[in-house]
Each structure stands twice: as C-alpha cells, then as structure tokens.
C-alpha cells in the first residue's frame, strides 16, 4: 500500500474534510468485520460493510509447466480451421512475468487465474479479501461452482454494484486455473470453427452479497473474445443482468452466434449450480452501427466491441475504447426508438430499462447485423476509427449528477519503440475526463482531462520484477501508467471523489500483465476552468505486486 500526502495547500483544507467523511463512515463500519469473519462465516457474518471499496485483484500462479517451450499454440489448433500460430513454438515457458512473451507468438495468448476481491478503504488500507471460488483451493472439484479470469485480458473484471446495490457482479469463465488461451475460446453453443482456439468454455456472470455467497449465471455469449462488465437491475420486480463485451476470434463472415453474442447482453439470471445449467443462444439488447452516421458499414458485429457500462437515470451507457472497426466514443441504449435518427442524440426522459432482448430478423443477420437501437451521446466523438484524426480510448463511466459525467480515458498503449514512455506523457486525452452539458446546446462538452500526478509515461519499479529491457520485445520491462480504465466515485459537498484503476505501458509482451495501480482524485464538481483542475492530483493508494493485476473497483454492498 502507498499513500501520498496532499500537496496543495489551497486544495489541502477540502480534500481532507472530503476523505475523512467518506473513510471515518467506512472506518466506523467496517471494524466489525476485522473481528468477526474467517472464511467459514459465509452466511453468519457480513464480509462487505457499507463506505468501503472493493477492488477485483488477480494473482496468476506462477508455475514454469504452464507452457513448455516450443509448445503450439492455440491448444488444439491443429483441429480448427484457424491453425496453429507457427511450428517455432511458444518461446517462453510459464515463469512470469516471461511467459508473456508467448503474446508475441501466439495471438490469442492467456492463462486464467484466480480473482480476489480485496476489501479497502477509502484512503487505502485493504481490509481482507475474498477468494472467488477456483481450482486451487481445498474441495473445489471439476463440477463445483468456480470461476476465473485471463490474467492479461486488461478489459477484464469491472465491478459495480447491483441496482438495488446489495449486490456486486463481474465476468469471467467457467475453467480451472492455468488454463491456455479461454480468453479467445469458443463457448460450447457457440463454436467459431475459424477461430484456432479449439476449445469450449462458457462465460458467466457472478453475483455475491454482503456475506460473500456467490452464484455463477453461465453464456453462450462473448464467444472467441470476453465479457468486461455485468450490472443486475434487480429493483422494482426487474431481475435482469446487463452486460458488455466483445465476441469473435475467426474470419469473417462469423457465425450467427457470434453476432448475437457480441456488445451488449440481457441475461436471466440462474439460480442452479453451473453444473447444471444449460444457457441457450445469446440474447442481445443492443447494437450500434455506423450506417446510423451515414458512413459505410463495418465487419458485421464489430461496432458493438463496448468495455465501460453504467446505468444512471434509467439509462444503460456504454463506452466503446479500442479496435479499428465503430467509434471510440461514449453511447446510450435508447429504449424509445425516438432519441437519435441519426445515430446522435439524447436519452428520452421518459426511457425505462430494457426488459427483454433485441428483436432481429435471423435472415438478415450475416448481411445486415443486429438492429440498431444505440445513439452516441450528443457531444461525445461521432467520426468513425477508420476516419478519426484523434482518437480517444474511453473505458470506465462515472455520472457525479445529471451535468457532470467523468470518463476514464486507458490511452493508446503504443509500444512501438524507445519512445514508448515519452509518447505515453505526451497524450491528451487520457486520464480522467470530465464532461459538463451545456443546456443551450443540448450537448455534452469536454472541460479539461486530469493528468496532474497521474504519472503517464514515468516508469515505476516492482519489486522482484526483471529490469532493463525485455529480450522478447527490446523494450524495457519497466511499467508506466498510460491511462485510466475501470473507475467509481462518490459525491461530498461540491467534491466528487473519483477512485482509478490504471492501464499501463511497457517492454512486455502483453502489457495487460503489467503490475498497474489504484488511484484517488478529488475534483470540485462546479469548476469548469482547466487551471483550476491543473491543482488538483491524483495520489497513489495501492500498487499491484508482482505477478499481481487490479481490474475493477466498486463501493461495497450497501453503501
């Protein structure tokens, strides 16, 4: 854990008042579960108490038979239509952080590893944590309950709490640990036979209360890619999880499953052991496609590669931050149909949540894609990757009210040569951005990005971690915060408190392996002027060890 000191002595007096309403709550909550739980209370005891934090953590295993040297990979591609990624074999076994080098041989590269959910507060101190049910631990057996995640996949484990906030929920797989290559695999009722991952595995949604029961909703959804994000709308009779994601690892044209289990998900959540459930075939709510803009269309199903989901007002918001194909921008799903005709707009202000899949015609899905029923939100980019000048990367979606939005930007995470960190420093839209809307236009503006004490582009040491440069990449191995991803806040006075997860840059072969960070920062909701927000920094809270990542970051049930 490392705690930083706030510097600016006009900042000092409002920040401290801020942190110490919200840790003096959590503290006064939480010491109970300091004296109360182990890991038999499950059902007797609250795990979570209200005001605290929690962080999704994974901790890969770090065992050199994961991968033996010149193995071929994807694991059993010799049996798809994809093949094999080259008879030179993985050139890396599984020591870290040097199996990650393997990335740069096999492209669907990954190994599934634990999660932990670590209970913090505020101010930083990690307060105990639990271990999602998995393969290592003691009377897990091959038809018990489990889950896992990539550990690399940096889209990975968002956290957010239910509507009805008594509840968190995040993606991951339904597999053993130290498994090669899920992250890119088929599900069992979807199967790519393009894809050169030959092998099935179901996704799933996880749920877990304030005692630490968990229950796994398994899918056929995100087929060949991964599920990021999963919020339950469980409030006034509604029992529904939303979630985002991507799907496809093959040639095009892709599967009808493929298609339909992209983007966005509504799913029913399950009530029976994963054993024995049987999901059928994906249910999307909602599509985004650049045809709305006037523009050409893209690979069937590609627009709807969304990271970041947020529900504020009765709205679902979803960000899309990465590939070449849709906007990286910030969306809404518009249960209306009235919100946006050309495919930019508003939310309705009578929307309600959706409450029932997507309606497509299956004839017309290779041809034209799902329906579209997603508007980018007025302001926000509109121009198409393929045609953008500047591009942004926006990932986490954070509302501090119904005028002020905060955006999560990861950056570019260019790791094209020696200049990696200096290229990093020099962005402008990553870091935490704010947007304001201005109700004379009727459109969402971007007041300033905070990148005060954010760090991007300086590298930072871990211990035990290799330095110098990596002989896989000839860059060095040393990480560096190149943006922002998942994020949560909360509200006091005119502060809103933001809490960060960082992206990161590097020499490694896969710089979602990177040990990154969690970060605070306290803005005045009020201020729109850059040099005011220059003031005002981001301080480190905790640092992710080696062979550690942080994904996710929520408030506990019930706060």
């Excluded at 550990?151 to 640990?177: C, H, M, Q, W």
């Excluded at 905070?450 to 760090?455: I, N, P, R, S």
């Amino acid at each position: 854990m490392q705690v930083e000191v706030l510097q600016n002595s006009g900042l000092r007096g409002s920040l401290k008042k801020a942190i110490a309403t919200i840790a003096i709550s959590a503290f006064a909550a939480a010491i109970p579960a300091v004296a109360q739980h182990s890991n038999e209370d499950h059902g007797r005891f609250p795990f979570f108490f209200p005001g605290n934090l929690v962080v999704t953590r994974s901790v890969y295993d770090n065992n050199p038979n994961n991968v033996q040297v010149g193995e071929i990979l994807p694991p059993n591609c010799a049996q798809t239509q994809g093949g094999c990624s080259g008879p030179s074999g993985a050139p890396d076994n599984g020591t870290y952080p040097y199996v990650w080098n393997d990335s740069l041989y096999d492209g669907s590269f990954g190994i599934t590893s634990k999660i932990y959910l670590d209970q913090m507060f505020p101010f930083g101190f990690v307060l105990n944590s639990l271990e999602v049910p998995n393969s290592s631990e003691r009377g897990i057996q091959p038809t018990s309950d489990q889950l896992v995640t990539s550990f690399s996949s940096k889209s990975e484990l968002a956290i957010n709490l239910s509507t009805d906030r008594r509840y968190l929920t995040f993606s991951g797989y339904v597999a053993p640990i130290d498994q090669l290559d899920l992250s890119n695999a088929n599900t069992p009722g979807v199967v790519d036979p393009t894809n050169p991952v030959g092998e099935n595995i179901y996704r799933a949604e996880a749920q877990v209360d304030a005692y630490g029961n968990f229950q796994f909703t398994e899918t056929n959804a995100y087929s060949g890619n991964n599920g990021r994000a999963v919020i339950w709308n469980n409030s006034n009779g509604a029992d529904f999880f939303y979630t985002s994601g991507n799907a496809g690892n093959g040639s095009n044209p892709q599967p009808d499953g493929v298609i339909l289990g992209a983007g966005t998900q509504i799913i029913s959540p399950a009530n029976a052991p994963e054993s024995r459930q049987n999901p059928g075939t994906p249910t999307p709510v909602g599509s985004f496609n650049i045809t709305e803009l006037g523009y050409k269309a893209d690979k069937i199903g590609k627009d709807d590669n969304f990271r970041g989901l947020t529900i504020f007002h009765n709205v679902l918001y979803y960000s899309k931050g990465s590939g070449s194909n849709g906007v990286n921008t910030v969306f809404f799903l518009d249960t209306t149909g009235t919100a946006c005709p050309d495919g930019v707009g508003l939310p309705a202000s009578t929307a309600t949540l959706p409450t029932s899949p997507l309606a497509y015609n299956i004839q017309n899905l290779q041809a034209d894609g799902l329906p579209s029923n997603m508007c980018i939100l007025a302001g926000f980019p509109a121009i198409p990757n393929k045609e953008a000048t500047v591009t942004a990367y926006p990932f986490g979606i954070w509302f501090a009210n119904a005028t002020t939005v905060y955006i999560a930007d990861e950056g570019d995470g260019y790791d094209g040569g020696t200049d990696l960190y200096t290229h990093a420093a020099a962005q402008t839209t990553a870091g935490l951005q704010k947007w304001v809307f201005n109700s004379s236009t009727q459109t969402w503006n971007l007041a300033y990005t905070l990148q005060t004490g954010l760090g991007l582009g300086v590298p930072y040491t871990v211990r035990n971690y290799p330095t110098g440069d990596n002989v896989g990449t000839g860059l060095p191995w040393a990480p560096a915060t190149d943006g922002l991803r998942n994020l949560t806040g909360a509200v006091v006075g005119d502060y809103a408190g933001i809490w960060a997860i960082t992206s990161t840059i590097s020499g490694n072969g896969d710089q979602g392996a990177d040990p990154n960070q969690l970060l605070v920062i306290f803005d005045s909701i009020s201020n729109t002027d850059p040099s005011v927000a220059a003031k005002e920094s981001f301080f480190t809270l905790r640092q992710a060890g080696f062979g550690e990542v942080l994904r996710g970051v929520s408030f506990t049930p019930g706060s």
